[in-house]
């Protein structure tokens, strides 16, 4: 059985590769064989983790025309058929840097009741979530929102962009330098993705259930 062996230099050098064929023939070379690999090893650990069936969706790039991509992930939810509208967990790279995330984006048709989960758990949330985390309140922006900065307020604020804004979103999650990531053997990379994912395991419980009460 193979599992990930880590990120190296190309990996995250095909985000500077200029136009939109050659850089996708990079990432498919380099980076998105890695990606592969780490939705396989971590569908499974989050199956196990969770009980249900989890699947992993290798982002394709399949609608850009003329713009390359600025990153890339494998996205991991309960349906088989995609990610966008379902809480879900991301491992994935800028050219800056790695990430592994756990949120919704603006597809999610259950953004509002999320948002008010969070909202109603805000106290509890925010001593859950490391201070070394960072929250990103939008996926196609390599800037995230320290831990540290996030208090209960901030997190209210956050949560209602989620609710609100046309396209809210609202992720939370682990970033990696690259010159950090680049010097990790692909057992501590997944080590350190799968301690960020258990922490994030009651926002997915939060995320999942319907009804208000539940309570992390």
Not at 37 to 61: N, R, T
Not at 102 to 131: D, H, Q, T, W
Not at 153 to 170: I, M, P, S, Y
Request: charged share 25%; hydrophobic share 40%.
């Amino acid at each position: 059985m193979t599992h990930f062996v880590g990120f190296d230099d190309e990996d995250f050098d095909v985000f500077s590769v200029p136009g939109l064929e050659s850089r996708m023939d990079a990432l498919k070379s380099h980076l998105r064989p890695k990606l592969e690999q780490l939705g396989e090893d971590f569908s499974a650990l989050l199956g196990d983790w969770l009980h249900q069936p989890i699947y992993a969706h290798v982002a394709k790039h399949a609608r850009r025309t003329v713009n390359p991509p600025n990153d890339s992930w494998v996205a991991f939810c309960t349906d088989k058929r995609g990610y966008k509208k379902h809480p879900h967990f991301q491992i994935g790279a800028w050219e800056s840097h790695a990430f592994a995330l756990f949120g919704l984006i603006y597809e999610s048709p259950v953004r509002g009741n999320y948002a008010a989960k969070l909202r109603e758990n805000a106290a509890a949330v925010v001593s859950r979530i490391p201070k070394d985390f960072v929250w990103v309140p939008n996926h196609m922006d390599p800037n995230a929102i320290s831990a540290r900065d996030v208090d209960v307020d901030k997190l209210c604020e956050l949560a209602d962009g989620l609710l609100k804004k046309r396209q809210g979103e609202l992720l939370v999650g682990i970033t990696l330098p690259r010159q950090e990531a680049v010097t990790m053997t692909g057992e501590a990379f997944v080590a350190r993705v799968s301690d960020c994912f258990q922490t994030l395991l009651p926002l997915f419980e939060l995320a999942q259930t319907e009804e208000l009460g539940v309570t992390l």
